[in-house]
C-alpha cells in the first residue's frame, strides 16, 4: 500500500514551503516517525516526519523545491507498489519552470539556526561525546529540534573526521593540511602532532605514506580546508550574487593624521598602545551608517531588513588566513572602546579563540591595505552585508587648498556596494559623508 | 489526713521508698530549674517544656511499676524519662550517669541519651522501655497501645504506662486508642497528667465534661481522677491500674489534676492565668507536701530529709558540669541511622539475578496470581517468625479488601490476623509500638488514599523514632497498602501517593509489579528492621506470573531491567511496568529498541541501574500512575540530572496522571492516568528531542 508524504502545513498562514534537505533517499527504509525531510516555512525550519513505515518509492519533488502545503512530496510503500499514477505530476513539475536549486543560505540553515543569537544548542550527550573525540561542535550541523546537535550528529561529524588530539588540530590547521590525509599513529589510530608534521615535511617521506600519485602539475598542493575552505565558499558566493558597483574618491587625510598623532601622543601611555588609523575609521563608517540607514541593511529572502544595530567588522590578515573581527554597537562607542575592543578581538582571533559571535553578525566591512602600498582596490562584499569599504595608503601629495599648492596627506576610499540593496546615489552620499568625516574628524564631537 | 504510716502498709512502700520519691521529684525540679535557667542564657537551644510542679505524677506513677514495664512519654517529658532512668541505674553512679546523659541531650551533645538528635521533646532510653518523648500531642497514645498489643501478645503481665496531658485528651488517637486497647483488653495505664491548660487555653474551654477520666465509661474502661500533687494518691491509684491490668482485665484511664509551675514553654508569658491561681497551686508543691508529712509523721528526720533535697541539687549540678563540657555530635554523623542496616548481602543480590533469570525463561514454572503471592508471603514469614502478625481493617475472616490475607485467619486464628475497628491512625501507631517492643506487626490500610489518616503515626513516630533515639531502637514493621486506579471508585480509592511516603526520612517504599516480586519484596520487608510502606496495586491482584515453589526474597533496593533495549530507557513500577512493556513490544515493530526498568523498591533506590542506562541509552522517560505534580519521576529526573547530564542527548519526558483528582467515569479515569499510546508518545519525544 503506497501511503502519501505531503508537505504539512504547520501554520494557518503557511500556504507553501521549501524543502531544504532530504535526509533519505529513495530505497531506503523509514520508521513512522523518521525526520524525511528539513522544510522551510516563512518562519521557521522544521522536520517533516514519514507519516507509515515502508520504502521510500520515490522522491517526487527534490531538494530545494518551494511547494504549496499539502502537495504529495515523496512516496513510501512496499518495493513493487505501482506509482505511475504519481509520475504525470512530476512530469508536469518538470515541465514547471525549472525548480531553482537551493540558495546557498537556505541549505545552510539549520547550521545557523543552531547558532542563532550566537548560542550553540547541543545536548549534553554531544557535547560529551564532542569533548572525548576532539570535534568542533560549531562544525557540526544539528538534526535535532530548533538545529540542536545531538550525539548521532557529532558521531557523524566524528566518521568524516578523523580523530586527533587538539593539539594535532591546532597544528593542522596552522599548516593548512587536512587531516582526513594523515595516518594516525596515537592511540585508536588516533593523529598526534607528529603525524602532521610527518605529513608537512615532505623532506622524509616514509614509502607507504607517498601515494602512487597519478601524474600532476609540479607544485604542493594545499588543501582547502578549514578558514581557507570557508574563505572560499563566502567569496564566491559574493561574487556569485552581488551586483557589485565600486566608487573611488580621493580625500584629504591631513585632519585624519593630525588626529591620530595627537590621540597617538595623548593616549599611548595610559592605554598602553597607540590609537591607529582603522580605530578611527570605524568611528567614521559607525557614524556614516548610522546617518545612513539605507547601506546599513542586508538581504532576507526577498525582503531588505534594515538593521537596527551597528556593528562594523574589520578585515584582519592572521596565521589563519583572512579574519573579520566585528565591533558590536560601535557606533555608541567612544574610539578609545572601539581601540580597546578591536585589540581583544583581533588578538583573540589571531589565536583561534574568538567567541562565536565575534566573527559573525556584522553589517559593514572595513578593509585596509594601506599599510602594502595599495592606493584603490574594488573589496568583495561580505555577504549577507551590503557595503564594504576599502581604505587605501596615506601619502602627502601637492593639492590645491585655498587656491594654492599645498602638500597634503592624500587618501583614496573605495567603497563597494550591493546594487540590489542600494542605488547609486544613495551610496555615494554615503561615502561622501564618509570623506567629510576624514577630512574633518571634529565632527565626531558633533 | 489519713495516717502516713496506714497508706505506707496498703501500698507496700518502706521508708526508703518515700524518701526515693522525695529524692526524685527533687532532682526533677533542681533538673528543670537548671533548664530554666540555661535556656535563658541560651545554652540550651530549642523549645524545652519544663516539668516543675507535676512531679508527683511521673514519680508516682513510674513507682508503681516494675522494671521489665514499659512507658511513653510526652513534650514535657523530662519527669517521665527521670524517674524510669532513675528505677534503672541500680548504683548511685548508675543514677548520676543516667542524669548527665538527660542533661547532655538537652545541650544536643554527643554524650547525651539520643546522641543529641532528639533533644528535650524525643528523649528515649528504648532498651529500658522508655520508647521515648514525642512533639506531637498525642502522638504516642497509639505507640503506648501497640506496646500494649505486643505484651499482650506475647502472654507476659508487663504493663504499658502511656502519659500524656489534657490537650492529647482531645485528639482522635486518644479515643482510637482507648477504644482498641479496651476492646483487646490491652495492658496499658493511660495516665493523664491534666495541668489545666492545653499550651493557653483552659480545660473547660476544650472539654465540656469536666474531668478527661469521666469518658473513659464510654470505652468500657475504669476511670479515675486523683490529686496529681500527692505522689501517695498518684502511686496508689497507678498500682491499682497495673494490677489489673497484670491480671488481664485491660486498660485504665487515671487522669492526675496538677499544674506546671512554668509556662507551656520558657518563651510562655502566661497571661491566660492568675498570679492567685498560681499561688494557690504552688501551696499544693508534691515535694514540701511529701517532705512535711514525712517528718511530721516520723517517717524521717528533718535532716535526712534536708540532705535528700541537698543532694539533690548537687547531683544536678554535676550533670550538667557533665553536659556542658561533653562535646558537639560531630557534623559528620548527620547521615547516621537513619536506616537499620541491611540484612541481605551481595550474595543473596546475585542469588536473586540468577533466579530472576530462571523465572524468565522457565516456561513450565507454575503461575500464580499475585494475591496469592502476597498470601504465600504473609504465611510464610508468619511460620517462621512468631513475632510476625497481620493487623487491619478486614483482614480476618473477610480475608482482606482485595483478597491479600485469605485463609491466613483460618490457619493462624484472631489473635495473628487481627481485625482492627476502623482506627488508620491507631492501626499504624500501634504497628510502630509492637515493632519497638519486638514484633514484626504487618498493617493494612485498606486504600493508600487511607494512609494520610495515619501520616503521623507512620512518618512522625515509626519513620523517625530510630534516628531521633540515636540510632538506639528499630521500628521493623510494615504498612501494607495498596494504590491506583482501575476500577472507578473515584479519588478517594484510586490515587498513587508513594511520592508522600519517599519524602520522609527513614521509611522504605515498596512497589511491586510482578507475583514474584510481590512475594519476594514482602518477604524481604518482614525481614527489614525498618519501616517499610508496601504499596500493592488493585488491578494488578489478579495478573498470574511465574512464581518459584521455594523459598527466596528478593533484597529491597535491586531494580529489575524487564525488557532490555538501546535507544530509550523507560523508568517505571507497579502497574505502569505493563503498558512501557507494550509501548515496548509495539515499537519494536518500528524497530525502535525500548530499555524497560520496573524499579521494583523507590527507596532504597537502584539509582546504578538507572545511570547506566541512561549512559547507555542517551534518553529517559519516566512513567507513572501519579499526579505529575510532585511525583517520584520528578527526583529520579533530579537524580539522573546529577549523575548522567553528560550522557543526556534529549530532554528527560515524563509520562504522569493528569493534575486532577482521580474522576470516576470509566472514559475520564482512563484519561487521567497514562495508556499505553501516552507511554508511546512520550518515546517519540524523547527520541525526537522535544
Excluded at chain 1, 519533488?61 to 512516496?75: D, E
Excluded at chain 1, 519552470?97 to 547558532?115: N, Q
Amino acid at each position: 500500500m503506497i501511503t502519501e508524504v505531503i508537505l504539512p502545513q504547520l501554520g494557518e498562514t503557511m500556504n507553501e514551503g521549501t524543502i531544504v534537505q532530504w535526509l533519505v533517499k529513495e530505497g531506503d527504509t523509514v520508521n513512522k516517525g523518521d525526520v524525511l525531510f528539513q522544510l522551510e516555512s516563512d518562519k521557521a525550519v522544521l522536520d517533516a516526519e514519514a507519516p507509515a513505515r515502508g520504502t521510500v518509492l520515490k522522491i517526487l519533488h527534490p531538494k530545494g523545491s518551494k511547494v504549496p502545503v499539502l502537495t504529495v512530496v515523496a512516496l513510501i510503500g512496499e518495493p513493487g507498489d505501482d506509482i505511475t499514477p504519481y509520475l504525470s505530476g512530476v512530469a508536469a513539475a518538470a515541465a514547471a519552470p525549472a525548480a531553482p536549486e537551493p540558495p546557498a543560505a537556505v541549505a545552510e540553515a539549520p547550521a545557523e539556526v543552531a547558532a542563532q543569537g550566537g548560542r550553540l544548542f547541543a545536548s549534553p550527550r554531544a557535547r560529551r561525546v564532542a569533548r572525548e573525540r576532539g570535534i568542533d561542535l560549531r562544525t557540526v550541523r544539528g538534526s535535532g529540534p530548533g538545529g540542536r546537535i545531538v550525539e548521532a550528529d557529532v558521531l557523524a561529524a566524528a566518521a568524516l573526521e578523523p580523530r586527533a588530539t587538539p593539539l594535532a588540530r591546532k597544528v593542522a590547521e596552522e599548516a593548512g593540511v587536512a587531516l582526513t590525509e594523515v595516518a594516525g599513529t596515537g592511540p585508536g589510530g588516533r593523529v598526534v602532532r607528529a603525524d602532521v608534521e610527518q605529513r608537512v615535511r615532505p623532506a622524509a617521506p616514509t614509502p607507504a605514506a607517498v601515494p602512487a600519485a597519478a601524474p600532476a602539475p609540479a607544485g604542493e598542493m594545499v588543501p582547502l580546508a578549514g578558514v581557507r575552505a570557508r574563505i572560499a565558499e563566502r567569496m564566491s558566493r559574493s561574487a556569485q550574487e552581488t551586483a557589485r558597483v565600486t566608487l573611488t574618491t580621493e580625500v584629504d587625510a591631513t585632519r585624519l593624521v593630525e588626529a591620530r598623532t595627537q590621540l597617538k601622543d595623548a593616549l599611548s601611555d595610559t592605554l598602553g598602545f597607540a590609537i591607529g588609523y582603522n580605530d578611527l575609521l570605524i568611528a567614521i563608517c559607525a557614524r556614516a551608517l548610522r546617518e545612513h540607514p539605507n547601506v546599513n541593511c542586508r538581504l532576507e529572502g526577498d525582503q531588505i531588513r534594515l538593521l537596527d544595530e551597528v556593528h562594523i567588522g574589520l578585515a584582519v590578515d592572521t596565521d589563519r588566513g583572512l579574519l573579520v573581527p566585528v565591533v558590536r554597537n560601535a557606533d555608541r562607542l567612544r574610539v578609545v572602546e572601539i581601540a580597546q575592543r578591536l585589540r581583544e578581538l583581533v588578538a583573540r582571533a589571531r589565536e583561534g579563540k574568538s567567541g562565536p559571535d565575534e566573527l559573525t553578525g556584522g553589517t559593514f566591512t572595513i578593509t585596509n591595505l594601506g599599510m602594502y602600498g595599495v592606493d584603490a582596490f574594488t573589496p568583495i562584499i561580505n555577504l549577507p552585508e551590503c557595503a564594504i569599504l576599502g581604505v587605501g595608503r596615506i601619502r602627502p601629495e601637492p593639492a590645491v587648498l585655498g587656491g594654492q599648492i599645498a602638500i597634503r596627506q592624500r587618501l583614496w576610499l573605495s567603497l563597494t556596494f550591493d546594487h540590489r540593496l542600494v542605488d547609486g546615489a544613495p551610496a555615494a552620499r554615503f561615502l561622501q559623508r564618509i570623506a567629510t568625516l576624514v577630512e574633518e574628524p571634529y565632527l565626531l564631537l558633533a | 489526713m489519713e495516717d502516713l504510716a496506714a497508706i505506707m502498709e496498703r501500698q507496700g512502700l518502706t521508708k526508703e521508698d518515700l524518701l526515693t520519691m522525695l529524692r526524685q521529684m527533687a532532682e526533677i525540679r533542681a533538673f528543670e530549674e537548671t533548664v530554666y535557667d540555661l535556656l535563658g542564657r541560651n545554652v540550651i537551644k530549642g523549645a524545652s517544656h519544663l516539668y516543675a510542679g507535676e512531679e508527683a505524677v511521673a514519680v508516682g506513677a513510674i513507682a508503681a511499676i516494675r522494671e521489665d514495664d514499659i512507658i511513653t512519654s510526652t513534650h514535657r517529658g523530662h519527669g517521665h524519662c527521670h524517674a524510669h532512668g532513675d528505677k534503672h541505674a541500680p548504683t548511685p553512679e548508675a543514677k548520676q550517669e543516667h542524669l548527665n546523659k538527660m542533661m547532655a541531650e538537652l545541650c544536643g551533645r554527643a554524650t547525651g541519651y539520643c546522641k543529641g538528635r532528639g533533644g528535650s521533646m524525643h528523649i528515649a532510653d528504648v532498651a529500658n522501655g522508655n520508647l521515648g518523648a514525642t512533639g506531637i500531642v498525642g502522638g504516642n497514645i497509639p505507640v503506648a497501645t501497640g506496646a500494649g498489643l505486643a505484651i499482650s501478645m506475647r502472654k507476659t503481665d508487663q504493663v504499658a504506662l502511656c502519659f500524656f496531658g489534657d490537650g492529647a485528651s482531645q485528639t482522635g488517637n486518644f479515643h482510637e486508642s482507648l477504644n482498641m486497647a479496651a476492646l483487646w483488653k490491652l495492658p496499658v495505664v493511660y495516665v493523664v497528667e491534666n495541668n489545666l491548660y492545653g499550651m493557653s487555653v483552659p480545660f473547660d474551654k476544650a472539654s465540656c465534661v469536666p474531668n478527661v477520666a469521666d469518658r473513659a465509661v464510654a470505652y468500657g474502661m475504669p476511670g479515675e481522677v486523683v490529686d496529681g500533687m500527692d505522689v501517695l494518691a498518684v502511686h496508689e491509684a497507678v498500682s491499682r491500674a497495673v494490677a489489673r491490668a497484670r491480671r488481664g482485665e485491660g486498660p485504665s484511664l487515671i487522669e492526675c489534676k496538677t499544674y506546671r509551675w512554668y509556662g507551656h514553654s520558657r518563651s510562655d508569658p502566661r497571661v491566660y492565668r492568675t498570679r492567685e491561681e498560681e499561688k494557690a497551686w504552688r501551696e499544693r508543691d508534691p515535694i514540701p507536701r511529701l517532705a512535711r508529712r514525712m517528718v511530721e509523721t516520723g517517717v524521717a528526720t528533718q535532716e535526712e530529709v534536708d540532705a535528700v533535697l541537698a543532694k539533690a541539687q548537687e547531683a544536678i549540678a554535676r550533670a550538667t558540669e557533665f553536659a556542658l563540657s561533653s562535646p558537639m555530635p560531630p557534623a559528620s554523623e548527620v547521615a547516621q541511622d537513619v536506616y537499620a542496616p541491611d540484612f541481605w548481602t551481595p550474595e543473596m543480590v546475585e542469588a536473586e539475578r540468577a533466579l530472576r533469570r530462571r523465572v524468565r525463561e522457565d516456561k513450565t514454572m507454575r503461575q500464580i496470581p499475585y494475591w496469592q503471592a502476597i498470601v504465600e508471603a504473609l504465611r510464610e514469614e508468619m511460620k517462621r517468625d512468631p513475632a510476625v502478625f497481620v493487623m487491619g481493617e478486614d483482614v480476618g475472616l473477610y480475608g482482606g479488601a482485595y483478597g491479600a490475607t485469605r485463609g491466613l485467619f483460618d490457619e493462624f486464628g484472631a489473635e495473628r490476623v487481627r481485625d482492627t475497628p476502623i482506627s488508620e491512625a491507631t492501626i499504624a501507631g500501634a504497628a510502630v509500638g509492637a515493632a519497638m517492643t519486638g514484633l514484626r506487626p504487618v498493617a493494612e490500610i485498606m486504600y493508600v488514599d487511607f494512609t494520610p489518616l495515619a501520616m503521623d503515626q507512620i512518618a512522625n513516630q515509626g519513620a523517625k523514632n530510630r534516628y531521633m533515639f540515636g540510632g538506639k531502637t528499630r521500628v521493623p514493621m510494615v504498612i501494607r497498602t495498596e494504590g491506583g486506579t482501575g476500577r472507578c471508585i473515584a479519588a478517594h480509592h484510586s490515587q498513587s501517593l508513594e511520592a508522600l511516603w519517599v519524602h520522609f526520612p527513614g521509611i522504605y517504599v515498596v512497589m511491586p509489579s510482578t507475583p514474584y516480586d510481590a512475594k519476594g519484596l514482602l518477604k524481604a520487608s518482614i525481614r527489614d528492621d525498618n519501616p517499610v510502606m508496601f504499596i500493592e496495586h488493585k488491578m494488578l491482584y489478579g495478573v498470574t506470573g511465574p512464581v518459584p515453589e521455594e523459598e527466596y526474597v528478593i533484597p529491597l533496593g535491586i531494580a529489575d531491567i524487564k525488557r532490555e533495549g538501546k535507544d530509550v530507557t523507560v523508568v517505571t513500577y507497579s502497574r505502569m511496568v505493563y503498558r512501557a512493556l507494550e509501548a515496548a513490544e509495539k515499537l519494536a515493530g518500528e524497530g525502535i529498541s525500548v530499555e524497560v526498568i520496573d524499579l521494583r523498591t523507590l527507596k532504597p533506590l537502584d539509582l546504578e541501574t538507572i545511570v547506566t542506562s541512561v549512559k547507555k541509552t542517551g534518553r529517559l522517560v519516566g512513567v507513572t500512575e501519579a499526579y505529575r505534580t510532585g511525583s517520584f519521576l520528578g527526583e529520579i529526573f533530579a537524580l539522573v540530572n546529577e549523575e548522567a547530564f553528560d550522557y543526556l542527548d534529549a530532554p528527560m519526558v515524563r509520562v504522569a496522571a493528569e493534575d486532577v483528582p482521580v474522576p470516576m467515569s470509566e472514559t475520564l479515569e482512563a484519561a487521567a492516568v497514562p495508556s499505553t499510546q501516552s507511554v508511546i508518545e512520550g518515546i517519540r519525544k524523547a527520541l525526537r528531542g522535544r
